[in-house]
């Protein structure tokens, strides 16, 4: 098992996932009405939001309290959920200069995510579908461990509730924001 110290670093040699086409129905779809409590305590349709959104989904965020799933390196995709928020984080300025939100979004209750929004100092909101609503409306993959369904990992980008484009697979996870950035600078319309 992952101990504390390694959530902020994505170990060498994972196993990469895969495009297995589970998004490919993504591009071009509206967003169905879907309202997901924040940890800023509001509750956030992404479906209403006007100009462009980025929404990062991610399996589980680890706590340096807790240990991770047991074989969560040999799932693909499962590891880098911590370096992944934290280069939104360190991005968000430059995507708020490019004139987009960010959210983050996993199925962990809003507790669990506040406590990690806080520690990774986090100046974006995340979002919880704790009750998969979100995830079951828009037949985003997911995957099961130790009794949990988690979203694998994936980046949304939503024009006027809209999705205009869908970054997955996701690997390796702290460059997800920097692509981001650059496929918005290269002239999203």
Known sequence: MAEARDLYEVPEGLP????????DHLPGMRLPPVALPATSGEWIDPSELPGRTVIYCY???GRPDEELPRKW????????????SCAFRDYHAELQALGVRVFGLST???????????RLHLPFRLL??????FTKALDLPTFKV???????????VIHHGRVET?????????????????????GAA
């Open 16 to 23: 990469e996932p895969t495009d297995d086409g589970a998004c």
């Open 73 to 84: 390196d040999d799932i693909p995709g499962a590891r880098g959920c911590t370096p992944q």
């Open 59 to 61: 399996p589980l965020t």
């Open 108 to 118: 962990q209750s809003t507790g669990y995510q506040r406590e990690a929004a806080e």
């Open 128 to 133: 919880s579908d704790e009750k998969l609503a």
């Open 166 to 186: 869908v970054f997955y697979p996701v690997f390796p996870p702290g460059e997800n924001a920097r692509e981001v950035v650059e496929w918005l600078r290269r």
């Open 146 to 156: 130790e009794g949990m369904t988690l979203v694998k990992r994936l980046t949304l």
